[in-house]
């Protein structure tokens, strides 16, 4: 058996729903198709979240611009409001009632019960869609398989009630095709959980690994794996094939091809994964596989803006020691706060951080009471695999260079 795995552009309109039904229609034997919220609807679902926990009304106006914006996409898949199938509109319902509860005081929680409704409802619109196009399916919720603890907003998957659950419940004793949530599970409670953002390609690896699929295919609007992100660096190319090690460098550097827990459950089990363009069905794309050659490949930008580099000196001019890094790099995690970089000097901790939604000021106010601290915003960083002196030269000519660290294989700088 196989499975796929379409993200939210791929699902972004009606038009985009039959493209993929096509791409299903094609794939002969066992599937199981893994589908996330439909285009930008979790952002949307997180703007409800917001206005519902802090009890206001204008969290009616998000409900009716996420609902107009699947039912406009229903009537061009069903052909009118009131050949909407009914599943559809229980979703609504429910969601509507669960709107007029009071939330609880637990914001991580009450995201996770609002927020897989963009899952929900995407899943439910193609399912129905594909059945009436003859493509006979089967819908499973995955909150009845997919278990995990209750780190609500970034839940760990537990592994033996999954394994159990999933085998049991994607059986394909009456069907061939099953269509079901990415990024979402539940707690043994069954309240909803979500594995955190973008977490649908996880999903499509955890049940591959579950089920020993021959392979996931994970389908985006790029023809594949490139080497730079096409938005930012113009000229880029295809790589055809990656090892797992390489995959989980490049997603661990930032590299918005494949969520980062995707690579460890595929690995685990030797199952590839293809990287595959939904606009270019026939064409083959990136192969990530286990690869016991040696890749020679070209170099590989992973581009990370919006970045801060913090100085930090002991004001008493001591020197800074592994001591203060530990509990530096454990406040930032605390806040959650992603450090992307860092360097010790006999005096000076330099961190390279996102920036923070909220802004970095507090967090510097904070610091302050401690260190010394200097920071600069607006910065880039870019992580370069199997760099040359050529390239780096290149991509650094002209612009001002804060740091730059090499090693072996990648070169990390942070630049203006
Ligand atoms: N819909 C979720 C998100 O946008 C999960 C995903 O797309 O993988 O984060
Ligand atoms: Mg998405």
Redesign the pocket.
């Known amino acids: 058996m196989k499975v796929f795995k379409f ?2 552009a791929s699902v972004k309109d009606a038009d985009s729903v039959k493209n993929i039904g096509e791409i299903i229609r094609a794939c002969d034997g066992n599937l199981v198709v893994v589908v ?2 439909m285009g930008e609807m ?1 952002n949307l679902f997180e703007e409800l979240v917001r206005h519902y926990f802090r009890n206001e009304e204008g969290k009616w106006q998000i409900f009716k611009q996420a609902k107009s914006f699947h039912l406009n996409i229903c009537i061009e898949l069903f052909g009118s409001e009131e050949r909407v199938p009914g599943k559809i509109n229980s979703l609504f319902r429910e969601l509507e009632a669960h709107l007029q509860e009071p939330p609880s005081r637990h914001y991580d929680y009450e995201y996770d019960q609002l927020i897989c409704y ?2 929900l409802l995407s899943t439910t619109i193609i399912s129905c869609y594909l059945n009436e196009t003859g493509i006979a399916n089967n819908w499973v919720d995955i909150r009845t398989c997919l278990k995990t603890d209750d780190t609500y907003r970034e839940a760990k998957v537990n592994w033996d009630d999954t394994n159990l659950l999933v085998s049991e419940s994607f059986n394909f004793v009456d069907t061939n095709l099953y269509l079901t949530q ?2 979402i599970g539940s707690t043994i409670e069954n309240s909803s959980t979500s594995l955190g ?5 996880f999903t499509g690896a955890i049940i591959a690994n579950v089920l020993d699929a021959e392979y996931l295919a994970i389908w985006k609007d790029v023809p594949g794996v490139l080497n730079a992100d096409p938005k930012l660096l113009p000229a880029t190319q295809m790589l055809n094939e990656l090892s797992y090690r390489e995959a989980i460098e490049m997603s661990h550097s930032g590299a918005k091809i494949i969520h980062p827990k995707t690579i460890k459950p595929l690995q685990n089990k030797n199952i590839p994964l293809y990287v595959r363009s939904f606009l270019d069905p026939g064409s083959e794309g990136t192969v990530i596989h286990n690869v016991d050659y040696i890749l020679e490949l070209m170099p590989v930008y992973i581009i990370k803006q919006n970045q801060v580099l913090i100085t930090l000196s002991p004001v008493d001019f001591s020197f800074v020691g592994i001591g203060h890094a530990a509990k530096v790099l454990k406040h930032f995690t605390g806040i959650h706060v992603r450090v992307n970089l860092f360097q010790l000097s006999a005096i000076d901790l330099n961190l390279v951080v996102d920036m923070p939604e909220n802004g970095i000021e507090n967090i510097i106010k904070e610091l302050a009471k401690t260190y010394e601290v200097k920071y600069n915003s607006g910065l880039e960083m870019v992580t370069i695999r199997y760099y040359t002196d050529e390239v780096i030269a290149g991509y650094t000519k002209g612009r001002r260079v804060y740091i730059e660290q090499t090693t072996r294989r990648t070169a990390r700088i942070v630049l203006k």
């Open positions: 993200g939210g996330s919220a979790t963009g899952e990415g990024f953002r973008e977490g649908s390609d």
